[in-house]
């Protein structure tokens, strides 16, 4: 909670608690985004499968892979995720992220309303920075960004489906990118699918 007398946390908190209390638009879409690093790691030693009164075995010893980066989305009042797997987290893959959102997932939405922390790369800036400046313009008006306030990414809704994802998909060994992405998009179908929106 804000500090007593923090008026900017209370201005972006209530702020992003207004957006929360939208009805449905499928025209104004809302969205939440966020990310998270995975570390990749793969077995040294082959791990013993389960036996009968056996449980399964895996040798502490492992072998890193470097790092992959996953870009959360959640639609709240759709009950929809999406999970877009980068080998980095730059300012162009943000920018190619705001793409995508415009013009794959989002290209009849009159407008994207998103809500986001204050990354460091979560500004609609990056997209002059990769883009033509028509281009970039093109993309900056298709969103009405709102951003959590500082210490408070809790208010991000994509922030709490990433410790879902954290639960339920992660906590494995996943030794390369293209295993990432399978797991990842086994996780997101069958949570679209299970999930209710998130009220």
Same mark, same amino acid.
């Given at each position: 909670? #804000?500090?007593?007398? $923090?008026?900017?946390? %209370?201005?972006?908190?209530?702020? =992003?608690?207004? @957006?929360?209390?939208?009805?449905?638009?499928?025209?104004? #879409?809302? =969205?939440?985004?966020?990310?998270?690093?995975?570390?990749?790691?793969?077995?040294?030693?082959?791990?013993?499968?389960?036996?009968?009164?056996?449980?399964?075995?895996? $040798?502490?010893?492992?072998?890193?892979?470097?790092?992959?980066?996953?870009?959360? @989305? @959640?639609?709240?009042?759709?009950?929809?995720?999406? %999970? &877009?797997?980068? $080998?980095?987290?730059? *300012?162009? $893959?943000?920018?190619?992220? /705001?793409?995508? /959102?415009?013009?794959?997932?989002?290209?009849?939405?009159?407008?994207? !309303? =998103?809500?986001?922390?204050?990354?460091?790369?979560? &500004?609609?800036? !990056?997209?002059?920075? !990769?883009?033509?400046?028509?281009?970039?313009?093109?993309?900056?008006?298709?969103?009405?960004?709102?951003?959590? #306030?500082?210490?408070?990414?809790?208010?991000?809704?994509?922030?709490?489906?990433? *410790? =879902?994802?954290?639960?339920?998909?992660?906590?494995?060994?996943?030794?390369?990118?293209?295993?990432?992405?399978?797991? %990842?998009?086994?996780?997101?179908?069958?949570?679209?699918?299970?999930?209710?929106?998130?009220?």
């Amino acid at each position: 909670m #804000p500090k007593e007398g $923090d008026a900017d946390f %209370v201005c972006a908190m209530e702020d =992003v608690l207004e @957006v929360y209390r939208r009805p449905y638009n499928s025209a104004r #879409p809302l =969205v939440c985004l966020d990310e998270a690093t995975k570390q990749l790691v793969a077995d040294v030693t082959p791990p013993q499968s389960l036996q009968p009164g056996q449980p399964a075995r895996q $040798d502490y010893e492992y072998e890193r892979r470097g790092t992959a980066n996953l870009f959360m @989305v @959640v639609e709240p009042l759709a009950g929809r995720r999406h %999970v &877009k797997v980068t $080998d980095r987290r730059t *300012s162009e $893959d943000f920018a190619y992220l /705001l793409r995508d /959102l415009s013009d794959v997932h989002y290209p009849h939405a009159e407008q994207i !309303v =998103v809500v986001m922390d204050n990354l460091n790369t979560h &500004k609609l800036s !990056v997209l002059y920075q !990769v883009f033509s400046p028509d281009e970039a313009r093109r993309l900056f008006e298709r969103f009405e960004v709102h951003h959590t #306030p500082k210490h408070a990414s809790w208010l991000n809704i994509a922030e709490c489906e990433l *410790s =879902v994802l954290g639960r339920q998909c992660l906590g494995q060994r996943i030794e390369d990118r293209p295993l990432l992405e399978r797991e %990842v998009a086994a996780w997101e179908g069958k949570r679209n699918n299970q999930a209710a929106r998130v009220d």
